[in-house]
């Protein structure tokens, strides 16, 4: 457990010092705007850039180790997706990005240190193999379902909607820094030693940047009357998504110790704040994928101590 504070504690100590900042008058909401904005167009897309481009993309690929985190992220979404439509009677458009925040996985703030706490460097095989595709196959689905859902109604054709969900995802900075990193990691390309020194001034400001924005988004989204939604989010994240990813590796697809440890602790994050940026790109759902992220990963220390205890 105390592997667990020290790596989660303090993620919660940087949005705080942001909810802080912003309560106390010494950040203004067009601060934490710019910071989001700043976070999300170009500090984050560096570090998914550099995180792809210097990644071994041939290292870890097992059928079983993807398919059962992958299978149990999108079941995930889904239960999600109803539950938004069925049960809270969101608009399409929320649902959607409540079901991303069922769907994405804190996996690389929170997936990759603990994973290699718990079991050491030679552990990560799997988490980052699942992670080189993580972002593409989310973010491309993500977009692709929130602009079919704002195109309903519109009367475009299916050409013309496919068109504009390409449009979409290909003008978004987070899939063209991840689309710039399969570039430069498949061609080979070396790049110079001051672009990847400057890569890495981007990317050490990426995380704390992120989160310390959403300390003051926070103050501006409370959860009163979502809380039941902010609950569905947390047990699909922190149970249905892993317990399914533990089913499907350990007997649907018989995966190794390593891969099903890999498969299941990436399953088993909070929404990272990736949950929120998608939110607050579309501008629909905001205060809920906010509260989320905190609560979620809050809890998420006693969530991931009983998962630690049920891998072998």
Not at 20 to 30: C, I
Not at 64 to 93: E, N, V
Not at 138 to 167: Q, V
Not at 185 to 200: F, Q, R, T
Request: aromatic share 10%; with cysteine; net charge positive.
């Amino acid at each position: 457990m105390s592997a667990l504070i020290d790596v989660i504690l303090p993620v919660f100590l940087v949005i705080g010092f942001g909810y802080l900042a912003a309560r106390a008058g010494l950040f203004s909401d067009s601060a934490v705007d710019g910071i989001m904005r700043f976070a999300q167009n170009f500090a984050v897309p560096t570090l998914l850039f550099k995180s792809i481009a210097t990644l071994d993309l041939s290292g870890a690929y097992h059928a079983g180790l993807l398919l059962s985190f992958y299978i149990a992220a999108f079941a995930s979404f889904l239960a999600g997706l109803a539950g938004a439509l069925l049960i809270f009677r969101r608009p399409l458009t929320d649902a959607v990005a409540i079901a991303f925040a069922c769907l994405f996985s804190n996996s690389l703030l929170l997936g990759l240190p603990i994973t290699e706490r718990a079991y050491g460097t030679e552990a990560l095989a799997g988490n980052l193999a699942i992670i080189s595709i993580h972002s593409p196959i989310f973010y491309g689905f993500g977009i692709a379902m929130m602009e079919w859902a704002r195109a309903r109604g519109h009367g475009l054709s299916a050409p013309a909607l496919g068109a504009k969900i390409l449009r979409a995802i290909f003008s978004q900075p987070l899939v063209l820094g991840l689309t710039a990193g399969f570039i430069v990691n498949l061609s080979g390309i070396p790049l110079p030693g001051a672009v990847m020194s400057a890569v890495d001034m981007m990317v050490r400001a990426a995380i704390p940047t992120a989160l310390f924005g959403l300390g003051g988004v926070l103050l501006r989204y409370k959860p009163e009357g979502d809380r039941a939604t902010i609950a569905m989010i947390c047990g699909c994240s922190l149970i249905l998504h892993p317990g399914l990813a533990y089913v499907l590796g350990r007997w649907g697809f018989g995966i190794d110790t390593a891969s099903l440890r890999s498969s299941v602790m990436t399953a088993a994050m909070a929404p990272g704040v990736n949950a929120y940026m998608f939110a607050h790109l579309y501008g629909v759902a905001k205060r809920v994928n906010a509260s989320a992220v905190l609560i979620a990963t809050a809890l998420s220390m006693g969530t991931i101590w009983v998962w630690l205890h049920i891998l072998p």
